[in-house]
């Protein structure tokens, strides 16, 4: 079975920054493995890494393919990322986001427009798949970023906080999208503090457990 994996990493932020990992090891395999966890624990930094847009230190990140993390080919085709800030581009239309997204993983003219009709209808976007991304409602920009990150069929999918703001209903939506692109076997990483996706994973790996909550949190913790 493929795996995506991080062996004995370390990183921080600065050079005297305390590390955020310092020689800790992770493995997922197909399936969705919700990360949970304090704010600043280092959820969203282990899929940046994963993701190949921050380099660790030391250690070392295996990616199903064996393509390494920075490689194009991996980034472009075989991951997909969901920033917490959406991302989209502002004074494109929704359709042309995720046709852009599309295009850039090399997918054929055909192919991506089926698939952009597919998640535009999917996720309920279709009366505003001809508006400008910066004219959506939060929850429009969200569901926006979350059928672009889909658009590609990703071995590799990397989502931080999909579900956060969106109603019941919505997150029942995407939780349906989710289950969907599992059943394609992908591995996927879902970060979130949102307790209606406890359900949803095959595992989980609550941060808590192994690194220290911050001074702050200590007293409620």
Same mark, same amino acid.
């Given at each position: 079975?493929?795996?995506?994996?991080?062996?004995?990493?370390?990183?921080?932020?600065?050079?005297?920054?305390?590390?955020?990992?310092?020689?800790?090891?992770?493995?997922?395999?197909?399936?969705?493995?919700?990360?949970?966890?304090?704010?600043?624990?280092?959820?969203? $930094? =282990?899929? %940046?890494?994963?993701?190949?847009? !921050?380099?660790? /230190?030391?250690?070392?990140?295996?990616?199903?393919?064996?393509?390494k993390p920075t490689a194009p080919e991996y980034q472009?085709?075989?991951?997909?990322?969901?920033?917490?800030?959406?991302?989209?581009?502002?004074?494109?239309?929704?359709?042309?986001?995720?046709?852009?997204?599309?295009?850039?993983?090399?997918?054929?003219?055909?192919?991506?427009?089926?698939?952009?009709?597919?998640?535009?209808?999917?996720?309920?976007?279709?009366?505003?798949?001809?508006?400008?991304?910066?004219?959506?409602?939060?929850?429009?920009?969200?569901?926006?970023?979350?059928?672009? $990150? =889909?658009? %590609?069929?990703?071995?590799?999918? !990397?989502?931080? /906080?999909?579900?956060?703001?969106?109603?019941?209903?919505?997150?029942?939506?995407?939780?349906?999208?989710?289950?969907?692109?599992?059943?394609?076997?992908c591995i996927c990483l879902v970060c979130t503090h949102?307790?209606?996706?406890?359900?949803?994973?095959?595992?989980?790996?609550?941060?808590?457990?192994?690194?220290?909550?911050?001074?702050?949190?200590?007293?409620?913790?």
């Amino acid at each position: 079975m493929k795996t995506l994996s991080c062996e004995d990493i370390t990183f921080s932020y600065a050079r005297k920054a305390p590390p955020v990992f310092d020689g800790q090891s992770f493995s997922f395999n197909q399936g969705i493995n919700l990360l949970k966890g304090y704010s600043g624990c280092g959820k969203t $930094t =282990l899929l %940046k890494i994963f993701a190949g847009y !921050l380099k660790p /230190e030391s250690g070392r990140v295996v990616t199903p393919s064996g393509h390494k993390p920075t490689a194009p080919e991996y980034q472009r085709k075989e991951m997909s990322f969901l920033f917490q800030q959406f991302n989209l581009l502002p004074l494109a239309t929704v359709n042309r986001n995720l046709e852009l997204a599309g295009e850039l993983a090399g997918m054929g003219r055909a192919e991506v427009a089926e698939k952009t009709r597919y998640w535009i209808e999917k996720l309920g976007l279709a009366p505003v798949a001809h508006h400008k991304a910066k004219n959506l409602s939060g929850g429009q920009q969200q569901r926006a970023a979350i059928a672009r $990150t =889909l658009i %590609k069929d990703a071995q590799v999918l !990397l989502l931080d /906080e999909p579900t956060s703001g969106l109603d019941d209903l919505n997150t029942r939506l995407i939780v349906q999208a989710l289950q969907e692109m599992i059943d394609r076997e992908c591995i996927c990483l879902v970060c979130t503090h949102d307790q209606r996706l406890e359900n949803l994973p095959h595992e989980v790996v609550d941060f808590n457990r192994f690194l220290p909550v911050e001074g702050h949190l200590l007293a409620l913790a």
